[in-house]
């Protein structure tokens, strides 16, 4: 029974950990290829420049309260965001919940295996994507 709610506090608090870092790893796929800071400016809207306030940060649930879109120009933000940023959360917080407390290196180095391989695999296909839009294919 110590197990099961170890595990599953230990989840718990991964979650949102891996979704922060699914929301970090957004920006860096943002910005890096447009050449941007990663530091300055601070979160915007990339439609009206409005500066994301604390409560606009929070992963899926900022998506899920604002309707997916800018609170101050009404600009609809990618679904895909808050996807990407649950499946990061599930990545890293999964791996604990099944074993976790009994297993904790191989639980927490499969948690993060997996959440460096989706953001590889995504910032791959992002690039690609990208390249085969420059050339016009």
Known sequence: MLDILCNLLGAAFLLPLGMALGSFFEVVLDRVPRGESLLWPPSHCRTCGHRLTADELIPVVSYLAQRGRCRACDTPIGRGVPIREAVSGLALAAPW??????????????????????WIGYGVIRARASSTARKGN
Not at 100 to 115: E, F, H, R, T, Y
């Open 97 to 118: 919940a099944v074993t976790g407390c009994a297993d904790p290196v191989p639980a927490l180095s499969l948690g993060i295996g997996l959440l460096v391989a989706i």
